[in-house]
């Protein structure tokens, strides 16, 4: 049996091409180019509130094992 290794593999970081890059059909206009990087950004606020909220509780359970 081969093996296997159930790790996942690294994030991969997505970035924005610039115009000239993009063919034609997948072109954005400006209102939807700063919607989605206004949308990008409330996500990327919704993970960082869960993060802290989950380290805080971490926190606060490790805390009260202490005790």
């Known amino acids: 049996m081969a093996s296997r290794t159930d790790s996942t593999p690294a994030p991969e970081q997505l970035a924005l091409l610039s115009v000239g890059e993009i063919p ?14 206004a949308h990008i950004a409330a996500i990327k606020a919704q993970l960082a ?12 359970v490790a805390a009260r094992r202490a005790a």
């Open 24 to 37: 034609a059909q997948f072109r954005l206009d400006a209102r939807t180019r700063q919607s989605g990087l």
């Open 49 to 60: 509130a869960k993060a802290a909220a989950r380290q805080s509780a971490d926190t606060t």
